[in-house]
């Protein structure tokens, strides 16, 4: 499968600061929803912005090795051309919000890099309705909550049509029910237009029905990097990172630990319920 993220031998330190990222090596694969999982300060926001540019070009650092997106060095882009082909929501997502209408917001990108009133006003409506908030152009920021802002964020991205989508925990100050809901919308963008996702996230359990691949981080190196189901017994074997994964795969790894057994993939409830039935877990808990 093509790559569309490589970074190679990737070291990485900000100014008066020990090095954030170190050795770094991993692919990311065109059409995966990849996540970046590990504990507070293991470099998972730094690895965003170095697959977007950010990090080293615009926030300056001392860096080796070299960052490829879409077959390309980012050494020497623009951070706004990198834009064009790699969305970017940070955490704080509220900082990255610069106009007083909904509809000033989507098309500012597309108006600084010079396409057409006509094309702007279309690609505008079709990214609103895209995340579910089809009509609203005039409405002012203030005017909508903030899980709607962070939509309107994700339709911005959206109407420049990227091929990658880097998402830095863009659910953190959101309740269980706008999370889960913002990662169905996102992961219909990703199904319907084949958009490679990359979304940073400590609350694993909301993407365990859609991840693809993992990137496991700790203390800046990777501890794993590949589909999910490979890469998440590396984080159960380590006891500070096991409470990261999904609360379904503790279970799962712990019993097929306990009991010799090998066990599904499980992505949900039923699918663990089906698999232990199938296994047996019934007669034995009898």
């Not at 031998?9 to 065109?30: H, P």
């Not at 009509?135 to 091929?163: C, K």
Request: proline share 4%; with cysteine; hydrophobic share 40%.
């Amino acid at each position: 499968m093509e790559n569309v993220i490589q970074l190679e031998n990737f070291y990485f330190a900000y100014k008066r600061s020990d090095l954030v990222l170190r050795d770094i090596d991993l692919n990311i694969k065109k059409g995966s929803f990849t996540v970046i999982a590990g504990p507070s300060g293991a470099g998972k926001t730094t690895l965003c912005k170095a697959m977007t540019g950010i990090v080293p070009y615009y926030m300056g650092g001392r860096y080796s090795g070299d960052v490829k997106v879409l077959g390309e060095s980012t050494k020497g882009k623009k951070v706004s051309d990198i834009a064009m082909r790699v969305g970017f929501i940070m955490e704080d997502y509220e900082s990255q919000l610069v106009s007083l209408t909904a509809g000033e917001e989507v098309a500012f990108s597309l108006l600084n890099h010079g396409f057409a009133p006509a094309e702007v006003a279309e690609r505008t409506r079709k990214a609103l309705e895209d995340v579910g908030l089809p009509g609203r152009e005039s409405y002012q920021l203030d005017e909508l909550s903030g899980g709607q802002r962070q939509r309107l964020l994700l339709a911005s991205v959206l109407a420049v049509h990227p091929e990658i989508i880097v998402l830095d925990e863009p659910v953190s100050a959101m309740d269980p029910d706008g999370a889960i809901s913002l990662y169905k919308l996102v992961y219909d963008i990703h199904r319907r237009y084949g958009t490679t996702i990359v979304v940073v996230e400590h609350r694993t359990d909301y993407l365990l029905p859609y991840a693809t691949d993992m990137i496991v981080l700790k203390e800046g190196a990777v501890v794993a990097a590949d589909k999910f189901e490979l890469a998440a017994p590396a984080m159960y074997a380590d006891e500070v990172l096991r409470p990261l994964l999904p609360s379904l795969w503790q279970v799962k790894l712990g019993l097929e630990e306990r009991f010799g057994v090998k066990l599904g993939d499980w992505r949900n409830e039923k699918d663990a319920l089906a698999d232990l039935k199938a296994q047996g877990f019934e007669r034995r808990a009898d």
